[in-house]
């Protein structure tokens, strides 16, 4: 059975700096594309960072040069650097494969940007 558990959500402000970790079980991720989502109010869920099984990584323009997706293989963990943060990156961040399977999806973990 997949599971995906986020966590390392909470309050910044504007400008500030998050890490999130995508811990996961059933699944290798080394072995898969990987990719972080979120969700911001009224709105559809977003990709919004990629990382191959080889490593390359790709990102929507929207957090381009802030954001940063990597992986650490012995913990089977998927991270999310998230620098100079805006209050439009308010949002519940996920971590699926690439392909989201709709019975993976886990809680989220909660960014909100605001002063």
């Known amino acids: 059975q997949v599971q995906f558990v986020e966590s390392g959500g909470g309050l910044v402000q504007p400008g500030g700096t998050l890490g999130l970790s995508c811990a996961a079980s059933?699944?290798?991720?080394?072995?898969?594309?990987m990719g972080w989502y979120r969700q911001a109010p009224g709105k559809q869920r977003e990709l919004v960072a990629r990382?191959?099984?080889?490593?390359?990584?790709n990102y929507a323009d929207s957090v381009k040069g802030r954001f940063t997706i990597s992986r650490d293989n012995a913990k089977n963990t998927l991270y999310l650097r998230m620098n100079s943060l805006k209050p439009e990156d308010t949002a519940v961040y996920y971590c699926?494969?690439?392909?989201?399977?709709?019975?993976?999806w886990g809680q989220g973990t909660q960014v909100t940007v605001s002063s």
């Open positions: 059933g699944i290798i991720l080394s072995i898969n594309f």
């Open positions: 699926n494969t690439d392909s989201p399977n709709q019975l993976w």
């Open positions: 990382i191959t099984s080889g490593g390359s990584t």
